[in-house]
């Protein structure tokens, strides 16, 4: 069983920057790919970013990309996501979440965390 909890999430306005992070906690591994999901009231999970945990490798959606970046801390076994240049659509709330290692990035996640509210002002 693996534990993952968001922090990070407030109210910004549009332009503005947010760091997200997800704590994890419980039976994780070096081979674990972590990724950031957002949902908005109404609406169905989407993907945004993933990161292996083993060497770096970094996937992001044509939406977020640019503008989010992705990044782990393997010695606080946390991921980041450091959102720049925020968007009033960007509102949503955020999620994190694992799975054992594998080439696709997208789907397939075993482990959720809370999520965090996120939301962007004009």
């Known amino acids: 069983q693996v534990q993952l909890v968001e922090s990070g999430g407030g109210l910004v306005q549009a332009g503005g920057s947010l760091r997200l992070s997800c704590a994890a906690s419980g039976h994780t591994f070096s081979s674990y790919v972590m990724g950031w999901f957002r949902q908005a009231p109404g609406k169905e999970r989407e993907f945004l970013a993933a990161i292996a945990w083993t060497h770096g490798r970094t996937y992001y959606v044509d939406s977020v990309k640019g503008r989010f970046t992705i990044s782990s801390d393997n010695a606080k076994n946390s991921v980041i996501l450091q959102m720049n240049s925020l968007k009033p659509e960007d509102t949503a709330v955020y999620y994190c979440?694992?799975?054992?290692?594998?080439?696709?990035?997208?789907?397939?996640?075993?482990?959720w965390g809370q999520g965090t509210q996120v939301t962007v002002s004009s």
């Open positions: 979440a694992a799975r054992e290692g594998s080439i696709i990035y997208d789907r397939g996640y075993n482990y």
